[in-house]
């Protein structure tokens, strides 16, 4: 019944009761009864009964009071100190004793009565079956509710309250009261990282958020981060492992590698990096890479160029594809030609960063520079060895026609005056063997002047130029059964030299063949086309060529069968060779001897684009 009255009626209640008591004793005294058990009894059971409202502080007070109106009646009527002495130590032992229960059961009674209040607000359910641990506190910081997590998490006795400093890690204190404090200024408190200690002193990293349920109460929420704490440790394991092992990896490289973050900083140099530059790489390691770059870039002898277009790469997150560099020798640095490229990383992780790439291509420019040489003197000397057989064959042109002109005349008007039989058959032997060197010095002539200019190269329309090739060898191809198909593409190239090359073709498909009926078939293969270069084929019935001379016809003056059987001088595919070489094309020849042979040439095609635009 107590404990529903509040402060003010205890105490109305208290003082009334005293208030009869001390009337009482006093009524007594006037008639005259006046024993000292009286006093004690009169004084002494209503400290009691109102000592049972009150608590510590209010019952020593009023022991202290019973004890000054009980003074006059027991030293000055009774005469008696000593009794008044066991008064005061029994009032003050009887109210601070009844005074101290009162108190430990008043407060226990108003931790009940806020946890009931905070049942109210929060479903006991949810609360109880939460994951996270879940702790109502005061502003001190003892737990005067908390859920299943906490007691199974931490296991201290369910019974007992819990304060702070059991459960908070004594490295964190300071920090969870600094937090309580501005839970209750502010209302909320997030993200505090901090550590709990359970019963059996494990360790549980937990993150807390709290909220302020009213002015001396708020509800704390600590997620347990051990799984998560554990998982970070993993995989902090598994990068440490893989970026050594990448690390490991990037120093073998023979490129040199630097690579920056989002946040501009250089993450890692590699040990070629250190011999390009004669640096020490660890110094560029962890500074921002504009800082790096002006730490080697002066290695480079177009420094300024290169900064530039470093500076503007980076601002604008492009990249730079290859660039020349050159590195200046000096002390514990080669001279060396690299090929830099700068390249944003894209991936979603890393993001922002980038990584700068050095390839040594000294020794490759070396060869490079060798190889342009010698092609430079490959193409002088092949201009001069030209010029030099253009020269001759034109200088012995001239005295073979006088051998060639007068042995003629030696056999048409001095045939019967001075030659004998003999004499007959030297000249005529001398007239042919001039005559056929006229052809050998013609044809070779003819191959020195093929020459062709890419520039010059024209659209050629097969079709038209084998039309034009049939009229000319009219004569020739009488008896000859040939077949040309009828779409035969546009190619790129030299018209007059593509016309000669089909002619010699088809002369010797003619020639060498001992069939009733030759018959060619002049084609292309559908298939070849889209490499740019257009197979063409010139296939016969003829003799056929043993394997063995199917390379070695290409070659100047190179004859297989006798002169007598087959006029030639052995120029004709030297001469096919040489045009399709300066259309950078290939000639070879498939053949079965008995069979026939079929010659196949790649000529470039016109290109496809350009050719839908002429034809519209
Ligand atoms: P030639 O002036 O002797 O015809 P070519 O250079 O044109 O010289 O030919 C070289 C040799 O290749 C010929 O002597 C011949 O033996 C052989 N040859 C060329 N074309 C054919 C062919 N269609 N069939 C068989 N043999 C051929």
């Not at 009887?94 to 229960?101: E, P, R, S």
């Not at 993450?267 to 002006?294: P, S, Y």
């Not at 003197?377 to 060895?385: D, G, I, V, Y």
């Not at 001469?575 to 070489?581: D, F, G, L, P």
């Given at each position: 019944?107590?404990?529903?009255?509040?402060?003010?009626?205890k105490?109305?209640?208290?003082?009334?009761?005293?208030g009869?008591?001390v009337?009482?004793?006093?009524?007594?005294?006037?008639?005259?009864f006046?024993?000292?058990?009286?006093?004690?009894?009169?004084?002494?059971?209503?400290?009691?009964?109102?000592?049972?409202?009150?608590?510590?502080?209010?019952c020593?007070?009023?022991?202290?009071?019973?004890?000054?109106?009980?003074?006059?009646?027991?030293?000055?009527?009774?005469?008696?100190?000593?009794?008044?002495?066991?008064?005061?130590?029994?009032?003050?032992a009887?109210?601070?004793?009844?005074?101290?229960?009162?108190?430990?059961?008043?407060?226990?009674?108003?931790?009940?009565?806020?946890?009931?209040?905070?049942?109210?607000?929060?479903?006991?359910?949810?609360?109880?079956?939460?994951?996270?641990?879940?702790?109502?506190?005061?502003?001190?910081?003892?737990?005067?509710?908390r859920?299943?997590?906490s007691?199974?998490?931490?296991?201290?006795?369910?019974?007992?309250?819990?304060?702070?400093?059991?459960?908070?890690?004594?490295?964190?204190?300071?920090?969870?009261?600094?937090?309580?404090?501005?839970?209750?200024?502010?209302?909320?408190?997030?993200?505090?990282?901090l550590?709990?200690?359970?019963?059996?002193?494990?360790?549980?990293?937990?993150?807390?958020?709290?909220?302020?349920?009213n002015?001396?109460?708020?509800?704390?929420h600590?997620?347990?981060?051990?799984?998560q704490?554990?998982?970070?440790?993993?995989?902090?394991?598994?990068?440490?492992?893989y970026?050594?092992?990448?690390?490991?990896?990037?120093?073998?490289?023979?490129?040199?590698?630097?690579?920056?973050?989002?946040?501009q900083?250089?993450?890692?140099?590699?040990?070629?990096?250190?011999e390009?530059?004669?640096?020490?790489?660890?110094?560029?390691?962890?500074?921002?890479?504009?800082?790096?770059?002006?730490r080697?870039?002066?290695?480079?002898?177009?420094?300024?160029?290169?900064?530039?277009?470093?500076?503007?790469?980076?601002?604008?997150?492009?990249?730079?594809?290859?660039?020349?560099?050159?590195?200046?020798?000096?002390?514990?640095?080669e001279?060396?030609?690299l090929?830099?490229?700068?390249?944003?990383?894209?991936?979603?992780?890393?993001?922002?960063?980038?990584?700068?790439?050095?390839?040594d291509?000294?020794?490759?420019?070396?060869?490079?520079?060798?190889?342009?040489?010698?092609?430079?003197?490959?193409?002088?000397?092949?201009?001069?060895?030209?010029?030099?057989?253009?020269?001759?064959?034109?200088?012995l042109?001239?005295?073979?026609?006088?051998?060639?002109?007068?042995?003629g005349?030696?056999?048409?008007?001095?045939?019967?005056?001075?030659?004998?039989?003999?004499?007959?058959?030297?000249?005529?032997?001398?007239?042919?063997?001039s005559?056929?060197?006229?052809?050998?010095?013609?044809?070779?002539?003819?191959?020195?002047?093929?020459?062709?200019?890419?520039?010059?190269?024209?659209?050629?329309?097969?079709?038209?130029?084998l039309?034009?090739?049939?009229?000319?060898?009219?004569?020739?191809?009488?008896?000859?059964?040939?077949?040309?198909?009828?779409d035969?593409?546009?190619?790129k190239?030299?018209r007059?030299?593509?016309a000669?090359?089909?002619?010699?073709?088809?002369?010797?498909?003619?020639?060498?063949?001992d069939?009733?009926?030759?018959?060619?078939?002049i084609?292309?293969?559908r298939d070849?086309?889209?490499?740019?270069?257009?197979?063409?084929?010139?296939?016969?019935?003829?003799?056929g060529?043993?394997?063995r001379?199917?390379?070695?016809?290409?070659?100047?003056?190179?004859?297989?069968?006798?002169?007598e059987?087959?006029?030639?001088t052995?120029?004709?595919?030297?001469?096919?060779?040489r045009?399709?070489?300066?259309?950078?094309?290939?000639?070879?020849?498939?053949?079965e001897?008995?069979?026939g042979?079929?010659?196949?040439?790649?000529?470039?095609?016109?290109?496809?684009?350009?050719?839908?635009?002429?034809?519209?």
């Amino acid at each position: 019944m107590t404990s529903r009255l509040n402060k003010t009626e205890k105490i109305v209640i208290s003082i009334v009761t005293y208030g009869m008591a001390v009337l009482t004793v006093i009524l007594l005294f006037i008639s005259g009864f006046r024993p000292a058990g009286l006093v004690f009894l009169a004084l002494g059971l209503p400290l009691i009964l109102v000592a049972t409202t009150l608590k510590l502080t209010g019952c020593i007070i009023l022991a202290l009071g019973t004890s000054a109106v009980a003074l006059p009646f027991l030293v000055f009527e009774l005469h008696a100190p000593d009794l008044f002495l066991a008064f005061v130590a029994m009032s003050l032992a009887i109210g601070g004793g009844i005074g101290l229960i009162n108190q430990r059961h008043e407060e226990r009674k108003e931790r009940w009565r806020r946890a009931k209040t905070l049942d109210d607000r929060f479903d006991d359910q949810i609360f109880e079956s939460a994951l996270d641990i879940i702790h109502f506190v005061d502003k001190e910081g003892t737990v005067l509710k908390r859920n299943e997590s906490s007691r199974s998490v931490l296991s201290y006795p369910t019974k007992r309250t819990l304060q702070l400093s059991e459960y908070v890690h004594p490295d964190d204190i300071d920090q969870i009261k600094g937090e309580l404090l501005r839970l209750f200024e502010r209302g909320e408190v997030r993200d505090i990282k901090l550590r709990f200690i359970s019963q059996d002193k494990k360790i549980i990293p937990v993150e807390l958020r709290a909220t302020r349920v009213n002015e001396r109460v708020g509800v704390m929420h600590a997620r347990d981060l051990r799984r998560q704490v554990e998982l970070e440790r993993q995989l902090m394991e598994t990068e440490a492992r893989y970026r050594y092992l990448i690390e490991e990896a990037v120093d073998t490289l023979d490129s040199g590698i630097i690579i920056s973050d989002k946040k501009q900083q250089v993450v890692w140099a590699n040990k070629t990096i250190g011999e390009f530059f004669g640096i020490d790489r660890d110094r560029l390691i962890g500074i921002e890479i504009h800082r790096a770059f002006d730490r080697y870039v002066n290695v480079f002898e177009d420094s300024q160029e290169l900064r530039a277009r470093v500076e503007e790469a980076i601002t604008t997150r492009a990249r730079i594809d290859p660039y020349t560099c050159h590195v200046r020798p000096s002390m514990g640095r080669e001279e060396r030609v690299l090929e830099y490229r700068s390249i944003p990383i894209e991936t979603e992780r890393y993001k922002g960063g980038r990584i700068e790439h050095y390839i040594d291509i000294t020794k490759i420019k070396q060869l490079e520079e060798g190889l342009l040489e010698k092609t430079r003197n490959l193409e002088k000397s092949n201009e001069k060895l030209e010029q030099f057989s253009h020269v001759v064959s034109h200088d012995l042109k001239e005295p073979l026609r006088t051998v060639e002109a007068f042995s003629g005349y030696l056999l048409e008007d001095y045939r019967d005056k001075v030659l004998d039989e003999e004499g007959i058959d030297m000249v005529t032997r001398m007239h042919r063997a001039s005559g056929r060197m006229r052809e050998l010095i013609d044809d070779l002539l003819n191959l020195s002047s093929i020459r062709m200019d890419r520039a010059s190269f024209e659209r050629v329309n097969v079709q038209k130029v084998l039309e034009e090739v049939k009229d000319d060898l009219e004569m020739r191809l009488r008896g000859v059964n040939l077949q040309i198909d009828e779409d035969m593409p546009t190619v790129k190239g030299s018209r007059i030299r593509i016309a000669e090359l089909f002619s010699n073709l088809i002369t010797n498909a003619i020639k060498y063949n001992d069939k009733a009926l030759p018959t060619l078939h002049i084609g292309w293969l559908r298939d070849s086309k889209n490499k740019g270069m257009c197979t063409f084929y010139v296939k016969d019935n003829g003799i056929g060529i043993e394997g063995r001379y199917q390379e070695r016809i290409f070659a100047i003056f190179e004859k297989l069968n006798p002169r007598e059987d087959y006029e030639g001088t052995g120029a004709g595919l030297a001469i096919c060779k040489r045009i399709v070489e300066e259309h950078k094309g290939e000639i070879w020849v498939e053949s079965e001897v008995g069979k026939g042979s079929t010659f196949y040439f790649t000529i470039p095609t016109v290109d496809a684009r350009r050719e839908v635009e002429t034809n519209a």
